[in-house]
């Protein structure tokens, strides 16, 4: 199978793609997972992009891009633009190839994300509400200044150098029976699909976006390039409100289908990557975990390899999803109590916590709320407990004490 058109990367271009980048960017591994496999009845193995140089696998096809530039754009330069993952592949890349870099970012970019930018070397220019705004800015000093315009996703070369993973992923499982990657504007399964797809036609190739942001999957059964959107989502790296023209394509020819998943899956996957499999992923790189948490994709008895494709996790992101899972799991409980105002009251209910093998990990006095009665305290404990059967037991410690108390996380269930 070989991808044929105007502008449509080939097979052959990926394997040239393999040739630039070899010894200048990692070879990711291909990890089997001991845990998710039993859960799942199959052979779960990660592609682990989440700790590519820049933290994403978006280096590979900025790498190659580069690589194609004639000596005269080398001269005026590049230009792209990215909240994220595409702005550090392309500062990175035109680091390590000599050329000038500037990226437009919008004006909401977090810090740390405009830091690790600039660690690069490349120039920032900040502009616009929005991607959209961002890009059209972009494209104007593009044509004013005659920098090359580098896109995150539909461009061949692009492609070309994200199809590097497939190749890696059928070299290292020649026998993988279904890949599982993330899709935003469709450069990574584009690639992906088009490399193992050539190599064994059997393969299946699935890929998975946010429910909120589902473009892809809304153009290939439409028949025609469309955006659909229909709220924010915590896995803004593949938060893209229309595909590429080229991966359309590719998408269309190679791909075996597309799921969705909501936020809270997103977020119960990367937990769940950090806690198991100790892999710290962005919740775009956790979206084919989060397919089969929901039972979107069915791999039972198959070998599968899920594509994680980033680990730049916004940290301040990632506190909340971390205490949300654990309340999700049970492993952490918030309990509201109105006690008397009374010296000794915390004391006991600390004492009563601390027998039955709990451990608090914060405790809130807030005296000025409305339905707190004069001369009560209002209360809540934040506490780690080993799961619900153990959150029944501390309660049932707790109730000896004759207060009223209230797990907030959800209702007690017998």
Sequence with gaps: MQGSGPGLPKYEDIVEAAAIIKGRLNRTPLDMSRTFSERFGSEIYFKMENIQKTGSFKTRGALVRMSKLTPEERKRGVIAVSAGNHAQG?????????IRARIIMPLYTTPA???AVQSYGAEITLYGKDYNEAREHSLDIAAKEGMVFIDGFDDRWVIAGQGTIGLEIMQTLPDVQTIIVPVGGGGLISGIALAAKTINPAVRIIGVQSEKYDSMKKSVETGSITSSVSGETIADGIAIKFPGKITYELVKRYVDSIVTVSD????LALFQLLERHKTLAEPAGATGLAALLEGKIDVKGRKAAIVVSGGNANLLLLSKI????????????RIDTKIPDRPGTLHRIASAISEAGGNIYHAEVDNLKEDTPVGFQSVTFSVNVRGREHAKVLMENLNKLGYKFTVMNAEMKD
């Design 90 to 98: 392309v500062a990175y890349a035109a680091r390590e190839s000599g």
């Design 113 to 115: 994300k405009v830091n």
């Design 264 to 267: 809270e899956s997103i977020a």
């Design 322 to 333: 971390i205490y949300k899972s654990l309340e999700l799991e049970w492993k952490l409980i």
